[in-house]
Each structure stands twice: as C-alpha cells, then as structure tokens.
C-alpha cells in the first residue's frame, strides 16, 4: 500500500535530552541509585525559607527564615520527592523541602497504573471507548491493496514538548544550595554545625536527584535513537527504564509533567507497533497528567492528537475527528492560525474525511494545511513531502492516479534533496511511485522503484523490520500480476514467516500479506486455498481493528467477488457484499464513494441473476 504520511512531522527531539545520540555510551540503569545515594542520610530533612527580597532566578544568596531553621522527622525518599518538588514552585518565598508529616503522604495508584499502562480515571469519557485495536499511523493503515510501510524512521512522526530542560533546573538549584553553604560559612558557622549538615545533606540529596535526571535523559536519547531506526521493542525498554527513573525521582503517589511526556512517547511507540490498546492506555495517562499541570496547553494538546491518532487506526472515525479538533482549538488558541502544528490538525482532520468518503473536504483541508506548512516552512521542507504524499495517497484512492504522481515525485525530489539517496523517507515515497506505476501496468518501472525502496530499507532498517518485509511484499505483487507465480508464493511465504515472527498471527500487516497470498492462488485457479487463505484474512481484520472497520469491508467485498465470480455462490457473495456495504454505512462513507458505487452495483447485478435464474427455474428452462 501507499504510505499514508500521517504523521512524519516533528520538532527536534534534541531539544529535550542530551546531544549524545551514541547509545552505546548509555548503560543499563540502577533505579535504586537515589535511595543508595542518601543512604547515609540522618532521617530528617530541614526547611529553609528565602528571603522574598532573593531572586530564584539568580544572583541572590538565600537568607536564613525568620524562624531559623526547624528540625522535622522525615524519612530519604520524602527528602528527594520535596527537593524535586521545590524546583517548580513558582513562588520567591518557598521551602526547598517540607516533611513528609507536614506535606502528607499522598501516595495512590497512579504511577503503578502508569507504569503497567492501566487506565487512571478518565477525563476524556465524553469520547467513544476503546472497542479493539491494531494498525497504525499515517505511514501504517493497512488497504486491502497492498501491504503499507509503518512510521517514517526520521523522528518527526510527532511532537513533543519538553515541560522543563530538568538537568539545567537541577544544577541551579545546586548553584543556590553552594550559595546558601558559602552564606553559612562566611557567617562563621563550623562544618559540624547543625545547619551547615543540613545543608550539606540538601546538596548531596539533590546532587542524587540531578544524577538521576541525567540518567533518564541518557535514557530517552537512547530511546529516540532506537525509534528513529524502527527499533521499537528497545526504544521502549529504554523509555521505560526512564520511566521507572523519574517516579523514582517525583515519587509514586504524584504526577508530574515530565513524567507525562515519557508516558506519551511510550504510548507513542506503542502506537506505531499496533499494540492500540496499550498506546491508549498510555496515552490516556499522559493527557490525565498533562491536565492536571497548569500552562501545559500545547503538550496537552500533542497528548489528545495522538489519541486521534489511535481511534483513527483504529477506524472509530467519529473519535477521531472529535479529538483532533480539540487538539485544533488547543493549538490555534497557544499557536494562532498560521502555525504548522496547526497545519498537522487540519491534515489529520482531512485524512479522516478522506476515509469517510468526503474527498472534496478532505482535499481542501489537505491544500490549507500545505500552504500553511509552506508559508511558515518553506516549499521544499520535509513536512512539505510528507504533505505532498498524504495528498497523493488521496489521489491514488480515488482512481486519480496521475495526480497521485504529480504528488508523489514532488515528494521524491523534495526528501532528496534535503535528506539524501538513502533515506527512509525517500524509500517510502519510491514505494508510491512504485504503486503508481503497478496500477497503469507498467510493471517494469513498479519492479525498479520497488527493488530501490528495498535498497535502502534494508540498508537503513535491517533485514528484519517490518517495512523491509513490506517491500518485498509488494515486489512479489509485481510477480503475482506478470504471471510469475511460483517467485510470488516463495516471496510471500518469506513474508509471512518474518511477519508473524516479528508481529505475532493477529497482526493487521498479516492480513494484508494472506489476502495478497490468496490471490496468488486464486489466479493459479486453485480456489480451495484461495478462499481459505481469503477467510483467514477476514477473520484477522475483525480480530485485529474490530468488525467495523473499513478495511474489514473492503475485504468482504474481495471475497464476495471471488465467491461471484470463482465458485458462483451467488447467495455468499451476496452475503458478502451486503456485509460490506453495512460496514460502510456504519462509518458514513458517502454513496458516491468509489468503494461504495462499486459494491452497490455488485449487489444489483447478483440479485439481478438471482432474480433470472429463479424465473428460468419458474419457466421450467
């Protein structure tokens, strides 16, 4: 299938980690490096109160409370929560850490929810619940026309906003902490003076916090790296070791925004694996977190178009849509109406008109959202491509094949000439091109582009990622409609193995490669594996996005052709293709969708033969 690039745009990642992508400089991670670090710590922590006229900001020395300092019974992990707590606090006159009695221990089940991706309470029941899930993103929803490449690789699949730059926060705070030792000291206070040891404990549990923010941020480059390369199972163990860092670092009973951003790009990932379920569920998480923070309107706003995102995978189309203008409303009114993430919003919105029928709205939204990104970005930025090939998928959707050209080798030229020859992007959109030119029958030209996406998947990705096993997907199509058959099978067959090993059997990418397989057969005429193979791949469609989706149709409507036309059950096919059009009518695809047109005329002409050979029975012919 065309990669449908739905969401290929991002801001750069670098901006919220360290600039050291080299992974193999991050090490496995000990979580218990704060309680090990404060071990040694007297079990009470005191509160010290700066003077209004210091500025948090800089420059100013802490000065002693009125009160002076107060002794206060608490135990090493209140210690780290509070300190952590107090470097986002916006007021001047604020304690750098309270007792555990004095703040409460307001401990739940958040963070054991978050991390297991259970779902905390909801604040976004107004939308439809989660029925089934699997599929993906704008780079991923399988057709039932041909197999579809997952995320583009290059990181801009999605936005994220980072809550605080934390290491910089933690090594000012330690800045003050010096200054507030030097205070004391030049006030003539002796190293073993009560207040200069509690100070320099409040050094030493920040110094343990701020290691500890370090570590996660290693952490969450590491990841990044792995997802760029579609490393996606390691991208998450390294996102989840981060994870377990920072509640161990905010403490398990709070929220806090830094912890809902690494939720988000789990659940992101997770996303675009197809595990749906999961995805939302961290997802859901994040948005709770992110809601509950004040002035966090463009990651909540991220959050809740990445929730769209799922429910559009997913084909709950009408979820979808509520979400994504949502996150519409949240941007425009942070970003204005020229912005590209708010070019991101309308795309996404048009992409689910596109799938409901509505392609002349769709379009439009699809033009505004690339005059914005052009406006704002440039003619031949990378966002621009990524535009350009959701148009062109549009196109080719509609039968409109030579502006799905037109659309595709714009992108082509643009992702060359900003990414180079090799690049994942450049592969996808060679992958397109190749569709192109499968359907006019020019098989030579599909073979060429399809051996070259291929080329650099392989180079780029691995043998094993998914999309290498995409590409030859698609070249055994070229194989399957020149009469090739035995190269198909042997191709498909690889496919298969390397899907379901990597994927599991209930995989929508499964789906697609055993509906290909079964029309291997049914042009060798040996319809008897045909149907079953037909039939496996139904059942793995609904098993996989639920009975409604509207590639659960377009499979239907496959096989009620083959029942028509192969074993003349016209009483199945007619089954199948009413089954087809509920579905469509279920997601309010217009009646003059081509899908739709097309299934509506084969119900009539079966009933129409129906109605003949009963009358011929009649008659007595």
């Avoid at 606090?89 to 401990?107: L, Y």
């Avoid at 050094?203 to 570590?215: C, K, W």
């Avoid at 920072?246 to 675009?272: C, D, N, Q, Y």
């Avoid at 900003?418 to 030119?437: E, F, K, P, S």
């Amino acid at each position: 299938m065309a990669l449908k690039c739905m969401e290929t745009f991002d801001t750069d990642d670098s901006l919220m980690h360290n600039n050291n992508n080299d992974v193999s400089f991050v090490t496995e991670i000990n979580t218990s490096i704060i309680s090990d670090a404060n071990a040694s710590f007297l079990n009470e922590v005191q509160t010290l109160t700066y003077d209004k006229k210091s500025d948090y900001d800089g420059g100013g020395v802490p000065a002693l409370a009125p009160d002076k300092l107060r002794m206060q019974n608490n135990n090493n992990d209140s210690i780290i929560s509070t300190l952590s707590d107090s470097l986002y606090t916006p007021e001047k006159t604020r304690p750098v850490a309270v007792s555990a009695k004095k703040r409460g221990h307001r401990r739940n089940n958040n963070f054991h929810n978050a991390r297991h991706g259970k779902k905390l309470s909801s604040k976004i029941s107004s939308h439809q619940k989660l029925d089934r899930v699997s599929s993906h993103d704008n780079s991923s929803r399988p057709s039932s026309r041909q197999s579809h490449f997952s995320h583009s690789t290059d990181g801009r699949d999605y936005n994220p906003l980072l809550t605080h730059d934390e290491t910089r926060e933690y090594e000012h705070a330690l800045q003050r902490y010096g200054d507030e030792l030097r205070s004391l000291r030049k006030a003539g206070y002796t190293v073993d003076h009560p207040e200069v040891v509690a100070a320099l404990r409040r050094v030493h549990a920040l110094e343990s916090i701020a290691d500890a923010v370090r570590q996660s941020e290693e952490l969450h480059a590491a990841a990044h790296v792995y997802e760029l390369k579609g490393s996606h199972d390691l991208a998450l163990k390294k996102y989840k070791k981060a994870l377990d860092l920072k509640m161990g670092i905010f403490g398990e009973g709070r929220s806090h925004p830094s912890v809902a951003l690494t939720l988000h790009k789990i659940g992101v990932v997770l996303w675009k694996s197809g595990a749906y379920d999961d995805a939302f569920q961290y997802l859901s998480n994040s948005l709770e977190m992110y809601k509950a923070s004040q002035g966090k309107d463009l990651e909540t706003a991220e959050t809740v178009h990445s929730i769209g995102l799922v429910y559009l995978s997913m084909g709950q189309f009408n979820s979808a849509m509520g979400y994504f203008k949502e996150a519409l409303k949240l941007r425009t009114g942070v970003r204005g109406n020229d912005h590209p993430d708010v070019a991101r919003s309308l795309i996404s919105i048009g992409m689910v008109l596109d799938e409901k029928g509505k392609h002349t709205k769709a379009m439009r939204h699809y033009r505004d959202g690339l005059l914005m990104q052009k406006a704002s970005l440039g003619g031949d930025h990378v966002d621009v491509a990524a535009t350009l090939n959701v148009i062109g998928v549009a196109h080719e959707k509609w039968g409109e094949y030579d502006a799905a050209m037109e659309s595709y080798s714009e992108a082509l030229w643009i992702y060359r000439s900003c990414l180079g020859n090799n690049h994942v992007d450049v592969a996808v959109t060679l992958n397109n091109v190749g569709q192109i030119h499968r359907y006019w029958g020019e098989f030579t030209e599909a073979m060429k582009a399809y051996q070259e996406a291929l080329r650099i998947m392989r180079t780029v990705l691995g043998e094993n990622h998914r999309n290498v096993a995409t590409a030859v997907h698609n070249i055994a199509l070229v194989y399957t409609y020149t009469k090739d058959y035995d190269k198909a099978i042997k191709l498909f067959r690889e496919v298969l193995r390397a899907q379901r090993d990597a994927l599991g059997d209930e995989h929508v990418d499964i789906a697609v490669t055993l509906e290909s397989f079964g029309e291997v057969y049914e042009k060798k005429q040996k319809y008897d594996r045909a149907v079953r193979l037909y039939t496996k791949a139904l059942r793995v469609r609904r098993l996989a996005l639920g009975k409604h989706h509207i590639y659960v149709a377009i499979t239907l409507d496959r096989l009620g052709r083959f029942y028509n036309d192969k074993l003349h059950d016209k009483e199945e096919a007619l089954r199948r293709f009413t089954e087809a059009l509920e579905v469509y009518q279920f997601n309010n695809v217009r009646q003059d969708h081509p899908y739709v047109v097309a299934v509506l005329q084969r119900i009539a002409a079966v009933e129409k033969s129906m109605h003949e050979y009963d009358a011929d029975v009649a008659a007595g012919c």
